[in-house]
């Protein structure tokens, strides 16, 4: 039996098993019926340690092999040091960050973006088809595909919301709207698109050099949530994606803002806080990385690290203590445990019943230790001893926190620097998950490279 039908097998089991349980379920009955994954194992709680950790190296551009731990194949999609240049040098490909998915509406293309500040579009088998030389120009934002069409994207241009469509290999820009009451617009680092497709996150820059972020409506043409900061912004809104004491934003998926503040801590503009619209609510005065989206019964929920440490007199579920749990935003002390004893995390929803998968990506920043490169006089080989449970792992998990599956090692040296961090990002309909690793120079960046420690490339896996 294949590895996938096994699986199907045990799901089967196991919801079954669930819902005969627990008698009159609190959850849907279409989320028990959604299918696993087509690839990964099923979560044993057991330390996995990559195989070849110092010696094995991704096949080519446009190629796949079988992640030899769990199972998975995996597409490489670029390869950065060979595929273009900046400067005489060979800048690092990536797909950004977690909570923005790079894939379109139609899962044949993905924004990818590089050191330099760059974005290109490629295609899901690594074909490039917009070079970054005929992408329009932008602020240091970023674009976020459109929910349905797959050939179009959102980005912004001095005051003015843009909409890129792709014709052959390259873009035809559509101004939307311009903001005069700005001097600037920015699409911040870390939105995307909101869940049901018609709302995005913008950040513009006021006379007295303050801040609204506020929920613009697409199709209404209007803003529907401002949040005016009390900081003000040195330089320009348009020259970052994260400005001023607006560290990251992101939408829930009932259209509120979510803003993760610059520093920790109690204060009104610190730590991560719930805006509805009248007033800011706490989420987070510590904050950890997390991400949004509806539970299976429908509510809005946020996956991070929950505990008194994060918000004071919030009790995390898990037996540590410190696991990752599911939390209510209109209710911070209401949650689930999601998974326990995880090293660092990205974590990436957009989900619901129907789609009730979460991608989440393990890193480790120890030095000395697993995750440097061999040449770095720091760097250990992954033993049972120094390596964690779930280190280095793109996993699936659901979000009532019923079944984990272990899809591949990202094989990032993500010690190494931030970026190297894996940053798993799932697409809209959670059928693909991406990843960025430098995993094709296990022993150190070529010298080629734009940035001497930057050599990251993009990988595809299918799930769905």
Known sequence: MSLAASAAVIWCLVTRHTALSTGSSTFSTAAFEAPPPACGQLDDRKIHLPPDWTSFVPPALGKSYVDPAFGCSVNRLTNSSEEETFEGKHPSLMHFYSTLSPMNASDTLLLITSINGAWRVKDSNGVLVVPASKMPSMNNGVPVWDASEGDSFYYTHSKTLEKGTIKGNSVKSDSLHTFREYSGIVSPAASDLSQDGDHIVLVGQNSNNTMDAFVWSLSKQ???????????????????????????????????????FAGDGTGTEQGARLWDGKKLSDLQDATNHYDTGYDLEGKPVFVAVGNSRTQAGLKNPCASGWGLDVRQLNDVFSAVCLLDGQPSWHVSYRGSASQPWMAISFFDDRNPGPELFGSNTGFQPPTAGNWHPYEDEIVLARIDGKAIYRLAHARSRSAENYWAQPHAAISRDGKYVVFSSNMAHPQGCPSNMLVSNECLDVYLIKVR
């Open 222 to 260: 209007t803003k529907t949530s401002v949040y005016t900061t009390t900081c003000k912004i040195s330089g320009t809104v348009t020259e970052t994606p994260e400005p001023g004491c607006l560290h990251k934003i992101l939408l829930t998926p009932d259209n509120l803002l979510s803003i993760q």
